[in-house]
């Protein structure tokens, strides 16, 4: 697994865009005046919960489980998650024909768990948080052989999520500011490594929970903070950075925002009624950091990256 | 007005594309291999309910407002309507700084009235059904002069909407059928016109409810049929065809498809829960008829126009 855990670069993410081309939608961006009147800022919403299983997720996946040689495929993948990662490579074993092992927490969305086993996925539920994450993983790997594809400590996942803003970029070249939201930090890592990359001067702005700000006192700190109970409706965002996205992070990041709870949900409200689309807590997480902290982004060119889209619809009364 | 009750061609939607250009989006087709199974044929869905004023509506209300000669617009416009239609014009009226009176049932969604609002129109209010609202759009236009643009029995309406349906064959031009919501038959028309002209033998569809299902009766009765009174969660489609629409109708429809409300909500929430995106129930009763006709439609090229995403959320908990 060595190879993997080297920081990817540009080329890796141009290689991993080409590599999933076939297979992945490009994803639309959509702006709305009305919120841009609200935020006090030029926004652009990248809309990753139009991707395939409804997140960005796809991307990374695809890009790991396409790049195994035959012979490695063949002995199937594991992996680990709490929803949209483990639905991504359910996809992308299927696509490649191959078996995926998953490890979901028992706290993981149902409609998450759903896609999972619509895809053909082997499900083993464990306990919530990392620990026994990892430790159930480690054991599954062992049983079953196969490939581990980490959901975020991996540089075949980052250079996949760096995908998005490649995108990004050619579809909205004046960005100056680009928001993605942050649990194990991949998508954030692939964002920074692209977008600046493409665009020297662009800001790169985590968003993070209140209950799971673990990313935002790590990098405070100088140093990974891990085994805290992330406490947070934002369902996609209870994970910690891990040593190769904490490496990427405290280099390229400014700021980690935080939002409560309240602020996301009132944020995916604003998203239904504005832009008309569904998405998650966690997703909307990035506008309710926009919303907090207006001041910061005044005037500016933003980018949010709206994660995913996947949530139990009949928590809004649609079952 | 008499000029504005002839047949539009081709060449008027063209206008109408290039004279909303400015103002209106272009929007996205999305697809969903997951509808795709489900139906048994290839969906293609526009997504007017990213249109502003989140409804196709703002095409057709754009076109006939900036139609308008200067002194005859400052004169200001009135309309009726039962929501997305006046805050098109609304939004439009704003667009050119010109006032708008919209006679509103008293029955209309509350997300839709706060629209109107937004864009400083003024309202007036009546009781349900076609009767009321003519008698009162009837008098707010001798009192307050300035022309009436009505939602749908209207070429310069008609050929705004249509400019939907060119965006839609240049964007998959392989359809071979193409189904809009029916109510007073605006989009239909528009649809018609628009898609018979460019792909000579795409058929025309459209969905109306069983609790509104006027044009279905009118079509196969031969003759207009009106006075009833709607009973439908399609709150987008409770009006009944004016003679314009039902004279273009007739020639350019192959049928009306009918589905019940418990099939436009479960069509609702399939397009929730797959496409991720928010529309309203008027909007997903075009999916709804094609689960229910699958045979009609197996293995074919369907373009569906999703009409509008305009639904009150704390219906769905989300207030």
Do not use: W, Y
Not at 59 to 73: I, K, P, T, W, Y
Not at 110 to 126: E, P, S, T
Not at 167 to 184: D, N
């Amino acid at each position: 697994m060595d190879s993997h855990t080297q920081i990817p670069t540009l080329d890796d993410i141009r290689n991993a865009a080409a590599r999933i081309a076939p297979l992945a939608h490009v994803t639309p961006v959509l702006r709305s005046r009305s919120l841009d009147a609200l935020a006090g800022c030029r926004l652009h919403f990248k809309c990753e919960n139009l991707q395939r299983v409804g997140a960005f997720k796809f991307r990374g996946a695809c890009n790991a489980v396409f790049s195994l040689d035959a012979a490695v495929a063949a002995r199937g993948v594991v992996t680990q998650s709490s929803g949209n990662h483990g639905a991504a490579i359910a996809l992308a074993c299927r696509l490649r024909a191959i078996t995926a092992h998953i490890v979901v927490p028992e706290d993981a969305p149902q409609a998450k768990v759903d896609a999972m086993r619509l895809h053909g996925a082997h499900l083993h539920r464990c306990a919530p948080g990392m620990a026994a994450r990892n430790a159930l993983s480690a054991r599954v790997l062992a049983e079953m052989g196969g490939t581990l594809i980490h959901p975020f400590n991996d540089a075949r996942v980052i250079a996949g999520q760096g995908t998005a803003t490649l995108e990004f970029l050619a579809q909205a070249p004046a960005l100056e500011v680009l928001i993605a939201p942050v649990s194990g930090g991949g998508l954030l890592s692939g964002t920074a490594i692209a977008g600046q990359s493409l665009a020297p001067g662009i800001e790169i702005v985590g968003a993070e929970p209140e209950g799971a700000a673990d990313a935002h006192d790590s990098l405070r700190a100088g140093e990974r903070i891990s085994g805290r109970r992330a406490n947070t409706v934002c369902d996609g965002l209870r994970a910690e950075l891990g040593p190769l996205t904490f490496a990427i992070l405290r280099e390229r990041v400014s700021a980690i925002l935080l939002a409560s709870d309240a602020e996301a949900l009132a944020a995916m409200r604003l998203i239904f009624a504005r832009l008309k689309l569904v998405v998650e807590p966690s997703a909307a997480l990035a506008l309710a950091v926009v919303l907090r902290h207006k001041a910061r982004f005044a005037g500016r060119e933003v980018g949010i990256i709206l994660s995913g889209g996947n949530l139990d619809l009949d928590k809004l009364g649609m079952a």
